[in-house]
């Protein structure tokens, strides 16, 4: 298990050489490793393996034409090089190599290399002579200075029968390597506390009150504050999302259980992560029958739940306190307003609706401090959550 892999976005881009009967070996480990693969073939490739080889073992149709109409109907160049976490090409021939470092878009992976944000890493795969040919040993540095990694090849014997290096890097190695990519240390010997998803406050013994909150966010923060080396605990409303290893979960159902799970722990963390919707209002008497619908109206008397981050925020002995916004209007303004009246350290506002915000998978975030504001462009739950795991550690 490589739990830095879980949910990650792997673009694997196979180019050709003979190293690329290996990449459908590769595909399977990132796979069984959680990764959710997505494989770009170049016209080279297929002569060494078959797009149906790659098809049937990512589960998912081959990129391969930068002009395909039916293609890019479904997930356009673009879109693909936003929902990478990361581009990976093994193997990755010297012609690819070259190509990339004379910054080439000539095909659909040079393209999406230079259209991503993602880290980049290539698998080296060649005959020793032309790996070690000076003009590939200048590309590689030209490579590395702009910040490419490289599995950089092993030595041995290699098809064509020479003996030296050029060979690809094992299958397991290039896997473990890639999730190596993910860890980053900047939370190491932390402690953080995260809140996720909604509360369900009960109204009888069959009905409840909730709200739209799926907790992919707090799950997506907690797998990022794992990934940067923390020590994470998650308090977890009723969601429907894999249990994440590596992460100590207490599962909670109403506000007032999140409030005393919270307050039970919280001082023994560095940082408090406030992501939960909790429901700000419970019933006041929690039927013991069911209601029945005699009357043509009824009412609930509802009470106010303690304000978990509030009471946090009053402790003498606090952690780092990070809270959310999730509005519909005057976001900026009013998550201002929150952060200062919950003493909070950041506040991260979002706008929900139109696809985003509670329960979608992409969010765009405006994360605010006492004396700054930083905007966050729409990208997926888990890229975001890495980007707010680093301004933290920074923070
Ligand atoms: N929060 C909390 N306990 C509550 C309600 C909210 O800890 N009982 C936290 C949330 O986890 C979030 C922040 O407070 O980090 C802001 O939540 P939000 O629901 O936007 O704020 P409220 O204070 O409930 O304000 P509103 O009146 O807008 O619902």
């Not at 509802?302 to 005057?330: H, Q, S, W």
Request: some cysteine; glycine content about 6%; proline content about 4%.
């Amino acid at each position: 298990m490589t739990p830095s892999l879980i949910h990650k976005h792997i673009l694997l881009g196979v180019t050709g050489s003979i190293a690329a009967y290996k990449s459908a070996d590769i595909v399977r480990r990132l796979r069984e490793a959680g990764a959710i693969v997505r494989v770009i073939m170049t016209e080279n490739a297929k002569r060494f393996i078959t797009p149906l080889t790659m098809q049937a073992v990512s589960g998912h149709p081959i990129h391969e034409d930068l002009f395909d109409v039916r293609a890019e109907a479904a997930m356009g160049h673009i879109e693909l090089a936003r929902w990478a976490d990361v581009i990976v090409v093994a193997p990755a021939t010297a012609d690819f190599m070259a190509r990339l470092a004379n910054g080439n878009a000539n095909d659909l992976l040079t393209t999406l290399c230079l259209a991503t944000r993602a880290p980049i890493a290539l698998a080296p795969a060649m005959n020793q002579a032309m790996w070690q040919h000076v003009l590939t040993q200048d590309t590689l540095q030209v490579l590395k200075q702009k910040g490419i990694y490289f599995f950089e090849p092993d030595e041995g014997s290699q098809a064509c029968g020479d003996v030296g290096p050029g060979r690809m890097m094992e299958p397991v190695e290039i896997v473990k390597k890639v999730s190596q990519l993910f860890v980053t240390g900047m939370l190491a010997g932390k402690k953080i506390l995260i809140t996720a998803g909604p509360t369900h406050e009960a109204i009888d013994p069959v009905r409840y009150m909730t709200n739209a909150s799926s907790g992919k966010m707090g799950y997506a923060l907690a797998q990022a504050a794992f990934e940067a080396g923390a020590e994470v605990s998650l308090i977890s409303g009723p969601v429907h999302l894999a249990v994440l290893p590596h992460v100590t979960c207490f599962s909670v159902v109403s506000a007032q259980e999140m409030y005393a799970a919270v307050m039970k722990i919280v001082t023994h963390y560095d940082i408090f992560l406030a992501v939960a919707a909790v429901a700000d209002y419970r019933c006041q008497h929690v039927l013991k029958q069911k209601l029945h619908k005699e009357e043509e109206q009824t009412q609930l008397q509802l009470e106010r739940n303690p304000d978990i981050i509030t009471a946090v925020g009053k402790l003498t002995k606090r952690p780092l306190i990070v809270g959310f916004a999730a509005e519909t209007e005057d976001v900026i303004p009013r998550a201002k307003q929150k952060r200062k009246q919950k003493n909070m350290d950041l506040i991260v506002a979002n706008c929900v609706g139109e696809g985003m915000g509670m329960n979608s998978d992409d969010n765009e975030v405006t994360v605010i401090g006492a004396n700054f504001e930083k905007m966050l462009p729409r990208m997926s739950k888990q890229q975001l959550a890495r980007a707010l795991i680093e301004m933290i550690a920074k923070f």
